[in-house]
């Protein structure tokens, strides 16, 4: 399928280019903030930690790496030409008790990554079902529509 194909469909529900480049750049900027942070913190505060905080935030850090790396991997992957129907790879949720032991600014962080990642899901939940409902009659039939 082209990319006049591919933006042709997407329209109908609510994936469209201009959506995807938003959710990216939230994506690419979200990545910053949280490397930022999980870098100059673990510089500045890990030594105030108790090892179970210092480990929990490292493994909390990596599940909103994650997040964020499987939401940018699934929209780059639906900016290009050829499209794709790869699922979004599934995520690790964090523990609701875990986080609030961390830090406010990492609770932060963390609750960021799960929504954008929670919508980007809902996003590919819609496409998925709307491939399941893609008629190839339906397809030539707006064909002649269109020719005639």
């Not at 690419?28 to 100059?40: I, K, N, P």
Request: net charge negative; hydrophobic share 40%.
């Amino acid at each position: 399928m082209d990319q006049k194909g591919a933006t042709d469909m997407t329209p109908a529900f609510g994936l469209t280019t201009k959506v995807i480049d938003s959710l990216y750049l939230e994506a690419m900027v979200l990545a910053d903030e949280a490397r930022s942070y999980f870098d100059q913190f673990s510089r500045n505060a890990r030594a105030d930690m108790t090892p179970l905080q210092r480990v929990s935030l490292s493994c909390e850090s990596l599940k909103v790496t994650t997040r964020l790396m499987h939401s940018t991997a699934w929209l780059l992957a639906q900016r290009s030409p050829q499209g794709t129907s790869n699922p979004l790879a599934a995520a690790a949720p964090s523990e609701t008790t875990t986080v609030e032991t961390l830090p406010e600014e990492a609770r932060t962080l963390i609750r960021e990554s799960e929504d954008l990642y929670a919508r980007i899901q809902r996003l590919d939940k819609k496409l998925a079902h709307a491939s399941e409902m893609h008629s190839p009659a339906l397809d030539l039939r707006a064909r002649l529509e269109q020719a005639f």
